[in-house]
Each structure stands twice: as structure tokens, then as C-alpha cells.
């Protein structure tokens, strides 16, 4: 099948600069593939004067096959690469630099590790996964560095001075390991073509033509060097859509899109309005979405398809009700014959799966996590509870007590529990002319007494209220500068969840049973593909399946809680149009109308499909 109208004019524009504002399943890939193949075959541009940029290696392979398929394998010399990819040649032509000059995703997560652990540093860690917490981290430094700001005047919204602290440091110790990082190229490649017109003009000569895929997703540096190298020509041809720019975390903004034609007057714009991936309702139910932001290219998309089956929203009472219909919902879908691998649960945030992989793992449907989602169980609150309950069973090993006989504080001393296995006799001995310390200890006692024989809920209820635990996360929420929202999500969760087992023993069992098969679902995942999809909605973007399930698009979830500014609301938008354009055939959306006890509102995201203006 040959090009469509639209493709055809951007395959042959001829020199100077192009934006494609390519709609999602236009065959943007299939556009500039063809284009470059157009440069060199009718324009007789020389295929080593050709750069065509994309943001992962993955996509930048497709885009070389797809380009060797189509000129049957002549192999002309055009180059491939990302961004981070072409600038370290140009770094290494220009210092000399090889891969061990490269700071490895390894070094740089155990060097902020090391930095965190600087008492000078005066961090607190906001949250339990520490691993979470160095992503975060290292997620803002990129930012940093990818806006080209100066750290001096950057002021870190989340950990204030501190990060100021953590930058330097870090910055100062890569630099005496002679290291850059992947964000450096950007920065070290900008600040060689100022100083060196000489150096930029002969890259200039040697990519005369540059072809650049998810224009979107480029942050302001990233611009800026792709400016310098196309000048004096100019034959830069862009293809994105403003309407699926969803990294601003990592720096990227649409305003460099949308203001593409101001930089460039003379910009030829093409829209690639023929969506050749979903059904004509499930576009125009998106468009209804999208069309509710205000900075944006205003986009009239066809299909090439049928109108298919109307988008289905699913309002259900809670997370445990949406999970078992998403379970009839898969089993209908098995009996038309979509495979597993062609149906994909997208959500918000990986916390917002869990419910959903639990009830996958306990009706043995096989699923595939694109990104890590956390065991619940493993998170510190978890393990207080845990260990509460088996030591009102009469366990008595150190590490339960270590554990929680200081949540709440209670004054008592590591030095205290000198054996394996602990007694309250041994620790009352150990504070015997402490008579204030034996009331603690007698009141523990009593208390884990007390909780024998409860249900699971009501002895994690007698924890939170009887016990004090409740007010004890407040305080150490207060203390971290942490949401307490947050910690007493994952409380009620977890209590929520135990409302199902009717003694203490048996929750702990179902527990085990449910990390143990967590654990060899993970270790069966790598290589196989065959399991219902699940991703964050950032994770499923540029990716299409048959079936798509939508879940908690509730407010406060979708759009996330934190997004108050309208520029900020306006990317949960486009995230949310992200994932409905995701599905080819079938689109269920679903919200609930309760979680942990408290009423919830469907996404205004959910009313804007409903009720188009």
C-alpha cells in the first residue's frame, strides 16, 4: 500500500524545515522511513549527509530496518541513532571519550547511594523504597541538566537546600572520577558548538538533512544543539504530536513544538490526519478528551477503519470489584481469540495495579508488568503489622521485636534483647530499676495479649487505635516531611485487604503464598509474551493493543493529585488521551465509586468523554 495524501507531501518536501503533526496509528515511522529513502533516491541527497533521531535505541532499529526494507537492503550509509547516542560520537571525535568515560546507570544509582549516606548531606528519606527514592533523585538531576538550568538558581520543590547539596556533590565526584553522564553529552555537546563555530561547522557539512521521530519528547538543550547543527540550511524535518508530549518530568515540553513555526517562519506543516489503528469511535471519543486543552494544535483525525464498538465506561463499587470484571472481561475476550499478549491493563501509577495483579495472580491469568510494581507486603507498614500479629501469635524472634517495639517509641533499647529469641522476662530484668520502663513493658505484654484470637482487621484496628500506631505515622510523616496521605493509604490497603481472612494465621499464610508467587511470576516474565499487559500509562505510550483497560480513573488518581497548575492538568490530559489511543478495537474504562472507606469522584477525564461540549 503506497502513502496517503498527507504522507505523500511529507515524503517529498523538498529543502528547508517541515513539521508532521503526526496523530497516533498515522505511520509517522513508515513517513520518515520513506522520506529519507525519498532524499536520497529522487532528491540524490548523499546518504552520508542524512541523521535521522530518535529517543531509543529499540525505535531507532525499527526505523533503520523499516528504511532497509524499503530500499532492499543497498545499505546506504545514513545514520541512525538517539540523541544521547549521536552526541557521544560527536564528544568522542571531539575529546577523545569512549564508553569508559561513560557513568553506567549502576555507578551513578551506588554513587547518590554513597552521597545520601554523607552526614553533611542532612538527608531524610521521604520514602521506604530506597531504591524508589535514588530513581527520584536521579529523575531530578536529569531534569536539571536536560533544562540547562543553573543549579544555583534551581530550588528543588521536594527536597529543598538538601538536593542542592546532593547536586554538588554528586557533580563533584563524577568529575573526579573523570565521568560524564548521559544528561552531560547533552550540555558538554551544547557548550562545544558555542565555543567552537570551527568544530560545529564541519558537523553542520556532515549532516546536512536531519529527520527527527517524537519531536514531542525534546527538552530545551536537546533543541538548542539540534538548532546550531541544522543552520545555515535548515533542512530540519520534525514529526511529533503536541498531544502526546507526556515526559515534562524528564524535561520535554510542548511548548518547543508549538512554537517550532515562530523559530521557523518559513516551516512547511503537515498533518497526518488518518489513523490506521483504532476504531473511528474510540478517535473521536479521544479527540472529545484532548480537545479540552487549550495550548495545542487543533487536529481533525479520520480513520481508515470501521466506527467499531462503542468506548465502555464501567463505574464499579471499589478496586476489588474492577478487578473481578476485568477478569469476565479478559475470559470474554479469550473466547473471541485475543491472546493474552494483545490485551493491556493501563493505569496512573504502578501502585494503582495491585489490586488488579492480585486477583490475576489468584485466578492464575498469566500477565506481564512492563514496569516494577511493588509487593505491598514488603513495604515497612506491612512489616510493622506482620510482626505485631506473629508476635500475638507467640513468636518471639529478635527482629519482630526490633521490628515494632518502637512503633510506637516506647524507650526500648536495642541492648535489651540480647538473645535470638526474646522474653519479656529478659527485658524487664534489663530495666529493673527503671519502674517507668516496666509499666512499657507490661502494657506491650498486654497489649499483644489483647490482640490474640482477633480477626486480622480487628487486630490491625486494635494496632492503629488502642496501641497508637496511627498517631505514630503521623509523627513520622511529620518528621520526614513525608504525605501522611500516602503512608495511611497503604495502612487502610493493607487492612482492607485482611477484611478476607478470618484468623491471624491465615492471613499470614495467604501473605507468603501471594510474594511467593509475585516472586516467580517476575522470574517466569523474562522472555515470555505471552501474559495480559500491564503498564503505566506512561509505559504504554507508542505501543497498540486489540483490548485496552483503563482502571482507577478517578479524581485524584487521573489526573494525579498533585497536578493543580492548569499546565500540569493539561499533561494528565494528554496522558489520558495517550492511553485511549492505545487500543486498537476494544476500550473499557473504569472508575470506582470507593477506595479504603472514602467516596470517589469519576475523572473529569471520563466526564469530557461522556459529555462532549
Known sequence: MGPNEAQERAIKHGDGPCMVLAGPGSGKTYTIARRTQYLIE????????????TFTRAASREMKERFQGYTKGKNYPVTFGTFHGVYFGILKWAYRLTSDNILTEEEKYQLIRQILAMPEIGFEPELSDEKEEIRDLITEIGNVKNRGISIEKYESIRYGVVFTRIYKTYEKQRKLMRKIDFDDMLLLCYDLFRRRPDILEQWQKRFRYILIDEFQDVNRIQYEVVRMLA???????????????????????PEIMLGFGEDYPETETILLDVNYRSSRNIVNGALRVISNNSRRYKKKLVTSGDKGACIHVQEVKDAKEESKY??????????????????AVLYRTANDARVMMETLLEYQIPFQAKESIQNIYDHFIARNLISYVRLALGERDRRLFLDVMNAPVRYISRDSLENAVVSFEDIRCFYMDKSWMLDRIDQFEWDLSMMEGQTPYAA???????????????EYARERRISEED??????????????????????????RYSAALLGQKSRQSGRNDGVWLMTMHGAKGLEFDTVFMIQCNEGVIPYKKAKLDAELE??????????????????ISYAKMKNGKDLDPSRFVDELLHSR
Open 42 to 53: 529522487h532528491y540524490k541527497v548523499r546518504p552520508e549527509e542524512i541523521l535521522v533521531i
Open 231 to 253: 543552520m545555515p540550511e535548515n533542512n530540519l524535518f520534525v514529526v511529533g504530536d503536541d498531544d502526546q508530549s507526556i515526559y515534562h518530568f524528564r524535561g520535554a515540553s
Open 326 to 343: 476485568l477478569i469476565d472481561k479478559i475470559r470474554e475476550a479469550e473466547k473471541e481469540g485475543i491472546p493474552h499478549s494483545d490485551m
Open 460 to 474: 490491625i484496628q486494635y494496632i492503629r487505635k488502642h496501641i497508637g500506631y496511627d498517631d505514630y505515622l503521623k
Open 487 to 512: 503512608l495511611f493509604t497503604v495502612l487502610t490497603e493493607i487492612q482492607e485487604k485482611a477484611k478476607d481472612y478470618s484468623d491471624m494465621q491465615e492471613w499470614l499464610d495467604y501473605i507468603e
Open 571 to 588: 499533561e494528565e490530559r494528554r496522558m489520558f488521551y495517550v492511553a485511549m489511543t492505545r487500543a486498537k478495537r476494544k476500550l473499557i
